[in-house]
């Protein structure tokens, strides 16, 4: 029992990318949802329709990280967009614990890439300059440990 005393943190964790581990600041996105089918037969004496589950769909990741100088990996995966095929990557999202063993890893399928922003800038700020990509994909599968 005195291993859930308390929640896990969620600023601890490792991404990795088609094999490369790669630091993120953020990670959101990784929620699935389940589509609701409303049916009703027509001589059904209640007025009412029935819900069932439908068809699983997923939701886009944003990932953001720090803008590192010479590298520009983000925009070379979006740039492999032709002639409708893309280069899909399986991505794995791992939460660590305290001695950096999984607690939840996140295993994403065929994920390719939607969106890049690069960084907005600013005369007058003082914050590190952060882009983000948006990836679409095919399902998750999570794994407590």
């Known amino acids: 029992m ?3 005393v308390y929640p896990i943190p ?3 964790f490792a991404v990795d ?3 490369t581990r790669i630091g993120f600041t953020e990670v959101s996105g990784l929620d699935v949802e389940t589509e609701v089918i409303e049916y009703r037969e027509g001589h059904s004496k209640e007025y009412h329709k029935v819900k069932m589950p439908g068809m699983q769909k997923y939701g886009n990741i944003t990932m953001k990280r720090g803008l590192m100088k010479k590298d520009n990996e983000f925009y070379e995966w979006w740039n492999t967009v032709a002639l409708n095929t893309i280069e899909r990557r399986d991505l794995t999202i791992t939460l660590l614990n305290e001695v950096h063993e999984p607690v939840v890893t996140w295993q ?3 994920a390719w ?3 890049v ?3 907005d800038l600013k005369a ?4 590190v300059a952060i882009e983000s990509i948006e990836v679409a994909h095919e399902g998750i599968k ?3 440990e």
Do not use: L, Q, R, S
Request: glycine letters at 12%.
């Open 2 to 4: 005195a291993d859930n």
């Open 113 to 115: 890439p939607t969106k």
């Open 124 to 127: 007058d700020g003082n914050e």
């Open 17 to 19: 990318w088609a094999g």
């Open 142 to 144: 999570v794994a407590y």
């Open 117 to 119: 922003a690069g960084t």
């Open 10 to 12: 969620k600023f601890h």
């Open 108 to 110: 994403i399928k065929n």
